[in-house]
Structure formats: structure tokens, C-alpha cells
């Protein structure tokens, strides 16, 4: 999982303040995927992004929560004012493009923990 | 809902043994299959994948099946060993979005 790079590893806020995770991509991937996973549960889609442009963002929810993937420097999805059920596994991966292109590969996660 | 549903939550199998994961899908639009494996505090490796032009892809120990008409996806692992005790999720891919199984836990015993 080297090639993808997120951190921090693990995050730790109260409730109410802002939680930034980032996301830099293997090398030549131009296209970004969120997901996080909840304790028990598989991975979940939240958004996909190619450079400066969110392509799909249909399972990020609609408060509090947004991302960007700028032409220059890691994706970054921002949570604001964090409640404890965002305490969970963050996981990006990327691709060279969209499905059979090739198979998404993923980041290590950002273990998120709200106090 | 949950387009990608892997039923059994985990397996356990004798090592030098065939494993068996199964995965099953919904969307009929689905065109590509992967495979990938999770260590704890890890996150997923990509192991295999099939398109659904193919009803089998084979990489050394691990052969990947795809049943359309059944809509059924299954990875073989044999012989099974003790380092591949992990979680295995499938996904399944129509144009942008790659969905997720729930995963299943399998523990090679020595």
C-alpha cells in the first residue's frame, strides 16, 4: 500500500471541531475515491474526484462533509464540526481511470476517533 | 442497499486446503470484479480481477469465477496458508463507482 499516501494515520477531536484528512495518489493516478468503513461494516462509497473536479459525490453525506482534489497537492476530505458517529476508518484509493482501466489501490486509512 | 453482499461473515479452512470465498451482486450492469484482501490497520490490496467478457481469471494460487446468469462471484484460494488470514472483500465496478461486499474473515489454521 505504499504508493497511495494518507495521513495523518490516526486523528483524534472533540466534538465540534473540524477533522482534515489527506490523500496523495500513486504516481501517474489522476483519479480519487473515498470511502470509510464503520466498525463491523464493509467499505462505503463516499466520493470520487479527478483533478480540480468532483465527479461523483452520491454517497458523501450532504452536511458538514466535503472534499477536493486541487491541481497541485493531496485530496483532502474536510469533516466540520464532527459528531461521535463520524468516528470511523477513512480509506482513499487510486486509480488510472475508471473501472476495468485497472483495479483502484488503496491507502493504509486515517483511523478517525471523536471524543 | 447493498448491491455486493458477501454472506458469510468468515470461513475457516485447514492449511494445504482450498478456500472458497463467495460473493454475490445485483446489478446486472456490473463489468468488472476484483478481489482484495485486509490486514487489520491496513488498508485493502488488490489481489484479482475478472471482466465480465471472462468466467475465469487464474493468478498462482488464486483463480477468480464469475457466474453472470447466477450473478455470483467466487474466489478459489489453493493451497490455502496460514499468511493468507485476512479480510476479503469483492467489489464490483459500473463506470465510476467500485461497490463493496462486507467482507469475509478467513482464518487458515496451521
Known amino acids: 500500500n505504499a504508493g497511495v499516501m494518507q495521513n495523518p494515520r490516526h486523528l483524534v477531536r472533540r466534538r465540534g471541531q473540524e477533522a482534515r484528512l489527506r490523500c496523495s495518489p500513486m504516481k501517474g493516478h489522476s483519479h480519487v475515491y473515498w470511502y470509510r468503513q464503520l466498525p463491523e461494516e464493509g467499505l462505503k462509497f463516499m466520493v470520487y474526484l479527478q483533478k480540480e473536479n468532483i465527479i461523483d459525490e452520491s454517497g458523501m453525506p450532504k452536511e458538514r462533509f466535503s472534499a477536493e482534489f486541487p491541481k497541485e497537492g493531496p485530496s483532502i476530505l474536510r469533516i466540520q464540526q464532527v459528531v461521535r458517529g463520524d468516528s470511523a476508518a477513512y480509506f482513499c484509493a487510486s486509480s488510472p481511470g475508471v473501472g476495468g482501466d485497472g483495479p483502484q489501490h488503496f491507502g493504509d486509512g486515517t483511523r478517525l476517533s471523536i471524543l | 442497499d447493498q448491491q455486493v453482499k458477501q454472506n458469510s461473515p468468515s470461513l475457516s479452512v485447514q492449511e494445504g486446503r482450498i478456500s472458497i470465498l463467495n460473493c454475490d451482486y445485483t446489478n446486472s450492469m456490473f463489468d468488472y470484479f476484483l478481489w482484495y484482501k485486509k490486514y487489520p490497520a491496513e488498508g485493502p490490496t488488490f489481489l484479482i480481477s475478472?471482466?465480465?467478457?471472462?468466467d475465469k481469471n487464474e493468478d498462482g494460487r488464486f483463480t477468480v469465477f464469475l457466474n453472470k446468469s447466477a450473478k455470483h462471484l467466487s474466489l478459489h484460494i489453493v493451497p490455502s496458508q496460514p499468511g493468507d488470514s485476512a479480510v476479503y472483500f469483492c467489489a464490483a465496478s459500473a463506470g465510476n463507482q467500485f461497490y463493496f461486499g462486507t467482507g469475509t474473515s478467513l482464518t487458515v489454521i496451521p
Open positions: 475478472i471482466s465480465s467478457i471472462k
